[in-house]
Antibody, heavy 121, light 110 residues
């Protein structure tokens, strides 16, 4: 069965960077995009970016341009989200989500369990 | 880019129907049929309930339906049930090839 298993909770200081991983299993890794979405406590969902493993492309929300990076390792079916220059406002649960194949829209059919990132001095 | 506009909350009694709106611009909702809706229960990951404006994924109840007119997409839930109480989010493809969520709507089943 399809699973997205994310790394554990992180506590970081302002100005630091964090890397969250998302290990995919149960499907052909290169057949689906992975997107990252975050949610601050009590707040709404916020889209951060996507990766397209077939052509090695990525895209990021304008808000995060310059301090976010999505990378991956096809051999381990793992996607990584790195967010730098952390601020307290970056404290949130970070989710990875798989996009359905052969669609152009934001159709995410499987989600990771979420990773809590806390930014605090 | 601001989030798509959704009402903060809606409510309805069991058996009734409710509609949640999601308003954007011609650069997102109005320009594409790539609008999806997600349901999120407290402490859980979101679940896809509508894609490409009006399509339901396998396993999603027929009580959920979607539509779009101009720059506004809508989610309708008919025959409200207690288990429908959750937060609902729309998300749209945008001209800049980014994606943008709505602010979310809390549905209360009275």
């Amino acid at each position: 069965q399809v699973q997205l298993v994310q790394s554990g909770a992180e506590v970081k200081k302002p100005g630091a960077s964090v890397v969250v991983s998302c290990k995919a299993s149960g499907y052909t890794f290169t057949g689906h995009d992975i997107n990252w979405v975050r949610q601050a406590s009590g707040q709404g969902l916020e889209w951060m970016g996507w990766m397209h493993p077939n052509d090695d492309s990525t895209g990021y929300a304008p808000k995060f341009q310059g301090r976010v990076s999505i990378t991956w390792n096809t051999s381990t079916s793992t996607v990584y989200l790195e967010l730098g220059s952390l601020k307290s406002e970056d404290s949130a649960v970070y989710y990875c989500a798989r996009k359905r194949a052969y669609t152009y829209g934001p159709d995410f059919d499987y989600w990771g369990q979420g990773t809590l990132v806390t930014v605090s001095s | 880019q601001s989030a798509l506009s959704q009402p903060a909350s809606v409510s309805g009694s069991p058996g009734q129907s409710i509609t949640i709106s999601c308003t954007g611009t011609s650069s997102d909702v109005g320009g594409y049929r790539f609008v999806s809706w997600y349901q999120q229960h407290p402490g859980k990951a979101p679940q896809l309930i509508i894609y490409e404006v009006s399509n339901r994924p396998s396993g999603v109840s027929y009580r959920f339906s979607g539509s779009k007119s101009g720059d506004t997409a809508s989610l309708t839930i008919s025959g409200l049930q207690a288990e429908d109480e959750a937060d609902y989010y729309c998300i749209s493809y945008t001209r800049s090839t980014a994606l943008i969520f709505g602010g979310g709507t809390k549905l209360t089943v009275l």
